[in-house]
């Protein structure tokens, strides 16, 4: 990864019904995640209109007294989802993160095979926020699953091998905003942290994003008009044995108010995570996908700390957060 660079790789062919044109994205997309764990995709599939208007939802949302987004705070739903407060997440160093969000799940209506990430959304009282949210949440889910298909392909497995593992994921959209105050003490928008899920497609409205290269540097992330940014995470660090790393990165204090709209790919909750690759030794204990999903959420927001420390809720296999990733300089998982 060359400093201020990273690999562009164009997704349009996936959509293609030759197969070769499939194997060509899923080459370059094996290559950029080996050289590095962030990258920027385009391709025709992306709908700006969608972007756009997900922008405009969040300012509208973000805009609104602190009292009334509290309505629809996280704590009180039953997937995970709903208004994040600023100082409500604590990553490295148990420094506060400065900015605010609203996380979105799959909306699970049904009573049976619910999950602690999997059920109904909270939404706002707020005309066209749902409506707008699902349509962008929807829209970057068929992208993500398309680079699914090309993982398995560059992996050397048969191009459907997650789908029957991406019927109800728990797949996670957040709308975060950073606020900008000249007069703030110097904290980061979010401390350094490696992803947990498979992998992420970001857009954003500002710089700021900034990763942990091969010789552990931190260096910015600029943005490219009409790509959005992807990086592999935990999840796939496992399933790839090692062959794609996840890559921690952070968002260092704000020079200008900033929208952040990632998207993190798991797969369904009771799927276990363990090395897909056939040719060679693993190199990682299996994992429980939903659970270490949780397991590291619940070592993050405050909330959900509080049920652990009342002993309303029990971790089981809970391992520490950086335990994945490239480190940063110095620092050792």
């Known amino acids: 990864m060359h400093e201020h660079v990273l690999p562009l790789v164009d997704i349009s062919r996936l959509g293609s019904d030759n197969l070769e044109d499939r194997l060509v994205v899923a080459r370059d997309l094996d290559r950029a995640c080996v050289e590095a764990g962030f990258l ?23 805009a609104l ?20 407060p600023v100082g409500e997440e604590q990553f ?32 706002p ?76 497609l970001l857009f954003a409205t500002a710089a700021g994003l900034q990763v942990v290269n091969k010789d552990g540097e931190w260096v910015d992330v600029p943005l490219v008009e009409g790509a959005m940014i992807m990086n592999i995470s935990d999840m796939m660090e496992i399933m790839s044995n090692g062959r794609y790393v996840a890559t921690k990165h952070r968002v260092r204090k704000v020079k200008e108010e900033r929208y952040s709209f990632p998207l993190f790919f798991s797969c369904d909750y009771d799927h276990v995570i363990e090395p897909i690759r056939t040719n060679e030794a693993p190199r990682y204990q299996p994992l429980k996908g939903g659970e270490h999903l949780y397991n590291q959420t619940a070592q993050t927001f405050a909330y959900l700390k509080r049920r652990v420390a009342s002993g309303e809720l029990m971790l089981d296999n809970a391992v520490p957060l950086d335990s994945f990733g490239l480190q940063e300089a110095g620092v050792r998982a």
């Open 125 to 200: 009282k707020m005309p066209g926020f749902r409506e707008d949210v699902l349509a962008y949440y929807q829209h970057i889910r068929t992208i993500g699953h398309q680079l699914f298909d090309a993982f398995a392909l560059a992996l050397g497995l048969d191009e459907d091998h997650f789908r029957a593992h991406l019927q109800n994921p728990p797949s996670q959209l957040r709308l975060i905003h950073y606020p900008h105050d000249a007069e703030a003490e110097d904290r980061p928008g979010i401390g350094a942290h490696t992803d947990y899920e498979c992998f992420t």
């Open 40 to 62: 920027y995709i385009r391709g025709s599939q992306f709908d700006g209109d969608l972007f756009r208007r997900l922008v405009e939802r969040a300012k509208t949302y973000f």
């Open 65 to 84: 007294g602190e009292s009334a987004k509290m309505e629809s705070y996280i704590g009180l739903s039953e997937n995970h989802s709903g208004y994040v």
């Open 92 to 123: 490295g160093g148990g420094t506060s993160d400065l900015k605010e969000a609203y996380d979105v799940n799959i909306d699970y209506p049904h009573a049976e095979g619910r999950r602690p990430l999997l059920g109904p959304n909270i939404w």
